[in-house]
């Protein structure tokens, strides 16, 4: 599985971007995906995730209201919409998917993208 960030840039605070992530391979045996974040210092944290299936979603409490996740499995492209960004949004932002099954013999197997740089500025 091949994953490809776009969409990154420089938004002032209170604008909004719009990420993809482009998912190429094995995408069949992709069971869930999401986005990741990571600042400068920090540790790299969920942002939001959504199942292949039933497309559950769950967001970071730092995000919830402003950010929504959505894929288009037709496409194999994942979106993440970002609205209302603070300064603190600021990141690498990471694609992932994850692959569980019978062809990882049961264990996790996580897939990245290169990650896309997003910056508030203040």
């Known amino acids: 599985v091949q994953l490809v960030e776009s969409g990154g840039g420089l938004v002032q605070a209170g604008g909004s971007l719009r990420l993809s992530c482009a998912a190429s391979g094995s995408t069949f045996s992709i069971n869930a995906m999401g986005w990741y974040r990571q600042a400068p210092g920090k540790q790299r944290e969920s942002v939001a995730t959504?199942?292949?299936?039933?497309?559950?979603?769950n967001y970071a409490d730092s995000v919830k209201g402003r950010f929504t996740i959505s894929r288009d499995n037709a496409k194999n492209t994942m979106y993440l919409q970002m609205n209302s960004l603070k300064h603190e949004d600021t990141a690498v932002y990471y694609c992932?998917?994850?692959?569980?099954?019978?062809?990882?013999?049961?264990?996790?197997?996580?897939?990245w993208g290169q990650g896309t740089q997003v910056t508030v500025s203040s």
């Open positions: 959504i199942t292949r299936g039933t497309s559950s979603t």
């Open positions: 992932n998917a994850v692959e569980f099954g019978p062809s990882t013999g049961w264990a996790r197997k996580d897939y």
